[in-house]
Each structure stands twice: as C-alpha cells, then as structure tokens.
C-alpha cells in the first residue's frame, strides 16, 4: 500500500490559489483526492489550504470558493468562512520591511548560532531580527477557530513556523512539539515577519514557518512514506532577473532541490508542482493580493495538468490514488 505525503508551500493567497488549481488537477483528471493524503506538512499559506482539507474540504470547492463560482453540497466549511470578514490587507512590499529598525540579537539566537552552526540559517535568524509587524494574523484568521475541532485533525497535519528568540523551526502536531490550537499554530506558521504581529503561543512568540523554509519537505524524513506530492507557489524557475522577488523565487528553489534530494535519498519518490514563467507573470509579486486569483487559477490548472499528464508523473500520482 502506498503511503502519501503532501507538501503544501507557502505564497500568501495568490499561494492558496496556486494549491487549489494543482490540488483540482489532481483530484479531476487524476483520482488523487488531497483529503486522503496519510500526512500533510503546511507551510505560511499551505497551512491553511492543509487545515481545510483536514477538515474535509474538496480541492475542486477550494478553487470554486478561491473564484467565487457555485460550491457543492458539501461545503459548509468555506460557506461559514465566506461569512466572516476579514479586514483588507495592505500591499505587501518586502523592501518596505527593511525599513523599520532592527532588534538586536537575544542570548537564544547567539547560542544556537554558536553551538548549531550546521543547523544555523542566516535568513531566518535575520528575519527574527525584524520589528514587529502591523497587522494581527490570528484576527486574520478568526474563522478557523470556529471551525477547528477539539483535537489536533487527523490523519497528520503538520504545521511549520519559527521560533522568533532562536530561530529554530518548530512542527506543530508532530509528536513532541508545543501544544497549541490549530488556529494558533496556523496564525503563527503565517506571520510574515515585519507584515504580520509575531503569535504568542504558550510563552514563546512564533513568526512564519517559511522563513525556514517555504516548503519544508525535509521533515517528513523518516515517516514511512512511499511518495511526497509537493506544491510550492514560491519556487518555479525565476532566471536571473536582478531584482528582490527572483532572488526570493531562486532561494525557495535551491532549498526544494535540497530538502528533494534528502528525501529521495530515503528512497521516498517525489512529484513537485510549481510555477512556471506563465503562471509566475499572471500571479505577479504581492502574494497578498486577490486582483488576479481568476487568472492563476486558471493558467495553474493549463499547467499542472500538463505536468500531471507527464508520463512518470502520471504514473506515481495514479499509484497514490489508487492504493
């Protein structure tokens, strides 16, 4: 029997758009229906498509809701967050973040620096450093907390975020970590830092989980899994154009390349689904912004479609909706 993981990578709500074309190319043309996946590991945006398929939420009705077009019958999760409203978010401009004062570095983050270096990742530990944002994410996120259920959801949803005084990744819902509401735990793996207030879960202040890493696929190392489907709306090829948004795409690439290898070293097959060129100029680069979602959906579904058509692609996600 074939045991799935799904990895869902962050990218804002045009990120969440992204997952919800794959997500319905999968589960239309494919069999593969992202419910059944034995393990999901969020990250930022895929936290929160990874929570509503944990609670029960179609791929196909998550690109509806994304679109506004028609639910099914069985939707009563997005109909009870359509009714709650969030208040409109400003432009999000990562230049902007740099801005505001830095502060200085805490006993935590220089010890784990000298005494992990291996582990040490300057980005996240400089991402740390970053004033406080402006906007509250758990009031951003309200609706989920009447929506979870008692007990962390099952199968496995893992979620990923930072600790702000270390830099250290922590996996909500994997045994061992910080107990912590899944609205919570959501809130925190969403906290871009500088955009978004830092998330005070027990005694710690947690910011988003993709500063680690967008995607975070390594940690399903050792879990027993057979194949990983990975959804990353922020690698994809960027060239080399020199600007701040390209550079963020080659990074987030470089660290799936990575966290692929050491997966595949395992023996744990890998398919990875993420923009091309088309999609990249359609989604453009305000994660946050809800102008364009038709577009990405749309151009999204043509392209990974084409990718889930591929032969050897076709032939490892047909053996995980069949097993």
């Not at 593969?32 to 999901?40: K, L, P, Q, V």
């Not at 690109?63 to 409203?85: H, I, M, N, Q």
């Not at 004062?101 to 006993?107: D, E, F, I, K």
């Not at 970053?130 to 008692?150: F, K, S, T, Y």
């Amino acid at each position: 029997m074939t045991r799935v993981g799904l990895v869902l990578g962050g990218g804002g709500v045009v990120g969440q758009a992204y997952h919800s074309a794959v997500l319905a190319v999968l589960q239309h043309d494919v069999g593969f229906d992202a419910r059944t996946a034995d393990m999901i590991v969020g990250t930022s945006a895929g936290s929160i498509t990874g929570t509503l398929l944990r609670l029960g939420v179609s791929p196909e009705d998550l690109a509806a809701w994304t679109v506004k077009a028609p639910l099914s019958g069985d939707a009563d999760v997005l109909r009870r967050l359509a009714e709650t409203s969030a208040t409109p978010l400003a432009p999000f401009n990562p230049l902007h973040l740099l801005r505001r004062p830095l502060r200085l570095p805490g006993p935590h983050l220089v010890h784990r620096a000298l005494t992990r270096p291996l582990q040490f990742r300057p980005f996240a530990a400089g991402m740390t450093l970053l004033a406080p944002g402006r906007h509250d994410i758990v009031e951003q996120l309200a609706a989920l907390r009447e929506l979870e259920r008692a007990d962390w959801p099952e199968p496995d949803l893992w979620v990923c975020a930072v600790r702000r005084r270390d830099s250290r990744r922590v996996v909500f819902g994997r045994p061992g970590s910080p107990p912590a509401p899944i609205h919570l735990a959501v809130a925190a793996s969403c906290a871009v830092p500088g955009y978004f207030a830092p998330v005070k879960i027990g005694d710690r202040s947690y910011i988003d989980g993709g500063v680690h890493s967008p995607t975070n696929a390594a940690v399903l190392r050792g879990a027993g899994l057979d194949l990983v489907v990975v959804v990353s709306p922020m690698s994809g090829p960027a060239g080399w154009r020199p600007d701040v948004h390209a550079a963020g795409r080659r990074h987030s690439a470089r660290l799936l390349a990575r966290e692929v290898r050491a997966l595949e070293a395992e023996g744990i097959r890998t398919v990875v689904f993420a923009p091309g060129a088309a999609e990249q100029e359609v989604m453009g680069n305000d994660m946050l912004s809800r102008e364009r979602l038709n577009e990405v959906i749309q151009q999204a579904f043509l392209a990974a479609g084409a990718h889930a058509a591929k032969p050897h692609v076709s032939e490892l996600i047909r053996q995980a909706a069949g097993r």
